[in-house]
């Protein structure tokens, strides 16, 4: 092995037309996308609003909160905060309701292969 | 200790002796390892995916190693030690990135392709002409990346191991070329992930110490830090953002753009993307990136520590003056703590991070050279592994010396603004098709490749006419002035121009259908995993 072209690792016999309109499959791709999208779309938006409260707003961010420490670098850390909250979330949720489904989906493809 | 006093008598605090042995010790240390990890180099697989054959937190930590590149360490810390707020901005943008690769890129890759970012693109395409056009954005990508790894090395040699002369320093740029090539060519991806491994562990060791050290310095009291560092520096504008980027509008809009490249451009480095192939599912793939942001978050609040403990403690005049501006303050900062052993060990690091870095983007070039336009467009997919192998190594060869020779021509020159370039023409060419052939069913061959030129063209011709290359007194020409477009940064413009490059092109071919069954493949396994290559066994 090592020189197929990528496609032909792939069981020939898989019917993946048949999966991709499989309850199980669409359930799959809602459940993926329904976190995905939104997630990414906030984590994104709240990096825009920090990048332009930096570039626009600097005497917001320069707001003094306990000591020294002031709004932006609280934002700042709280970008780092958020990214890790993210990770956690998305891999709790990958695990509980996307690998269960995706495993079935795979098994069940498996069995038919045999038949 | 004080190291101007140092300076004065030489270009180099500490003892060059000291960096080189324990640079060398390191070399050393990672050749056994290589050597050991290649015994079982025999299919393509293994050459080029290290056999899928690494656990996730393994992965993750050589991810971490390939990403935190010596611009990231050492010049983070030196622009918080000299601009303050804006260097901690700017380090933001390259950790909220991984969501991008977590959440899109990393597992689907991972399911669809084998050993590059043009299996993906390719895969329910016309297989030709898109891997042509992801081979080309994969090189320049590498290429520019490379070269201010290789130019950055020059910097670094003058600094580190107080060697003055251009001679010198292009000798030393050759070597560090040299034993880049005999890590990719002996240990392919197995070996350079070892050094990759290794690299991170060091360097976060490293800069971990160095963070406790300053804040026990300070009390553990982030307020006291800042405080010093405002005593030193003389003025409060460090804490807040503005000094670098606030100056106008135009740099506000520059920074933006910045950003853009740096937030989406991530997901979409082919050296990036490749290391998820070198785990046997998209579940490690997952685990890779979890584990990869753990330590690069971790990281960066460590350079902010550093940053700050650089300017309380040497002052941004003292780091502006040492050879080496900026970059130094990482450097001076280990001087001023540990004395000439802890710099030994903090340039050891610094180099090796140049070797494992230059050694992952060689190896992404060839595999893409060997795989994508010599196995899949010259054999049209029928070639030997061997022979697949046998070209890409030759590859490393070449690109090897095109790296040396470059470094040698671009030290001095002032080309920091690649790596901004690199994540630019990565957020732009890549991006949009990545997310495209992934999850839109409609997209087609023409609007990928629209989209990727329009990326990689938009991207380079901004770059061109703008004042990065001439019309500016740090330009890379100063003398000329061709410089009609004021941003630095193309990224605010080229990528929106990707995007809406393929969205049009697919819509106005869309009678072009391409094959639905490939479409069906691609999205099952992307989202199930049916079909994609584990581990080899040996």
Redesign the interface.
């Known amino acids: ?7 032909s ?3 020939k016999d ?1 019917d ?2 048949g ?2 309109s499989s309850p199980d ?1 669409v359930e ?2 809602k459940r ?2 329904a ?2 999208f939104p ?2 779309g906030l ?2 938006v709240w ?2 609003a ?3 409260l ?3 707003a ?2 917001f ?2 707001i003094p909160v ?5 709004v ?2 609280l934002i ?2 709280g ?2 905060a958020t ?2 909250i ?2 956690m979330l ?2 709790w949720y ?1 695990n509980k309701k996307l ?1 269960p489904i ?1 495993e079935r ?2 098994d069940e ?1 498996a069995e038919e292969g045999v038949r | 200790m004080n190291p101007t006093a140092v300076l004065e008598t030489s270009t180099s605090p500490g003892e060059p002796l000291i960096n080189i042995a324990i640079f060398g010790a390191f070399v050393l240390v990672t050749m056994v390892i290589v050597f050991r990890a290649s015994r079982n180099n025999k ?3 293994d050459y080029y995916a290290a056999g899928r054959s690494f656990s996730g937190p393994q992965n993750g930590t050589a991810i971490a190693g390939d990403y935190l590149s010596a611009a990231s360490f050492l010049g983070i810390c030196g622009a918080i030690a000299i601009n303050g ?2 260097g ?2 700017y380090s ?2 390259f ?2 990135a ?3 690769a ?3 890129v990393a597992e689907l890759l991972r399911n ?3 050993f590059t970012m043009a ?1 993906v693109l390719s ?1 329910r395409l016309k ?1 030709k002409p898109v891997r042509i056009a992801a081979a080309t954005t994969t090189l320049v990508v590498c290429f520019f990346y490379l070269l201010a790894q290789m130019a950055g090395a020059g910097g670094l040699v003058s600094l580190l191991l107080g060697i003055p002369d251009k001679v010198g320093q292009g000798v030393v740029i050759a070597v560090v070329g040299a034993l880049m090539i005999v890590y990719v060519l002996v240990g392919g991806m197995k070996g350079t992930t070892w050094v990759q491994i290794i690299k991170a562990f060091l360097l976060i060791l490293g800069a971990g110490v160095m963070t406790i050290w300053v804040l026990a310095i300070n009390g553990f ?4 830090l ?2 010093n560092a ?1 005593a030193v520096a003389g003025s ?1 504008d460090i ?4 000094k670098q ?2 100056l106008s509008d135009i740099t ?1 809009l520059d ?2 753009s910045l ?1 853009l490249a740096l ?1 989406l451009g991530t997901a979409a480095l082919p050296h990036v993307l490749m290391r998820f192939y070198t785990v046997p599912t998209a ?1 490690e793939a ?1 685990r890779s ?2 584990w990869a ?2 330590l690069i ?1 971790i990281f ?2 460590f350079t902010l520590v550093l940053g700050y403990g650089a300017a309380a403690l040497i002052g941004a005049e003292t780091i502006k003056a040492a050879p080496g501006g900026a970059n130094s303050a990482a450097p001076l900062l280990a001087f001023e703590l540990g004395g000439p052993l802890l710099l030994g060990l903090i340039s050891a690091i610094a180099f090796a991070t140049i070797l494992a870095v230059v050694a992952g983007l060689t190896i992404t070039a060839a595999a893409s050279f060997a795989h994508d336009i010599y ?2 467009v010259f054999k049209r ?1 029928k ?3 061997t022979d ?1 192998v046998k070209v890409a190594r030759r590859t490393v060869v070449i690109i090897g010396i095109v790296a040396i020779l470059g470094g040698i021509a671009a030290n001095g020159q002032n080309v920091a603004f690649l790596v901004a370039l690199a994540f630019a023409v990565a957020a732009s060419a890549n991006l949009p098709t990545i997310v495209y052939s992934l ?1 839109w069913k409609r997209f087609n061959t023409a609007g990928a490749l629209w989209s990727m030129y329009t990326g990689l063209g938009s991207a380079i011709l901004l770059i061109v006419f703008s004042p990065v290359v001439s019309g500016a007194a740090t330009s890379m020409i100063p003398g000329a002035d061709f410089a009609f477009w004021p941003l630095s940064n193309p990224g605010i413009v080229s990528i929106p121009l990707a995007f809406l490059a393929g969205w049009i092109a697919t819509l106005v071919t869309a009678s072009k259908k391409e094959d ?3 479409q ?2 691609m ?3 992307s ?7 584990g581990a ?1 066994q040996h």
């Open positions: 092995m090592g020189d197929e072209a990528p496609t690792v792939a069981r898989a993946f037309a999966i991709q499959f799959l791709k993926h996308r976190f995905v997630v990414l984590a994104l990096y825009l920090y990048v332009l930096a570039g626009y600097p005497d961010m320069a306990f000591g020294l420490v002031n932006g670098l700042g850390l970008q780092v990214t890790f993210v990770t998305y891999v990958a690998d995706a989906i795979r493809a | 299919t393509a697989a707020y804006d901690f901005l933001i943008g950790l909220v991984w969501l991008v977590l959440l899109l669809t392709g084998r299996d895969f297989q009291n982030l307020s006291t800042l405080e405002v409060d804490l807040a953002p503005g980027y606030g506000r920074f933006l950003g937030v579940k997952r990136v979890v942001i753990w978050g960066y609040v196995a899949n997919g070639s030997e592994a697949e999850f639905p069954a490939k069906s493949e999205e099952v396994r989202l199930t995993g049916i079909g994609a290559e080899t």
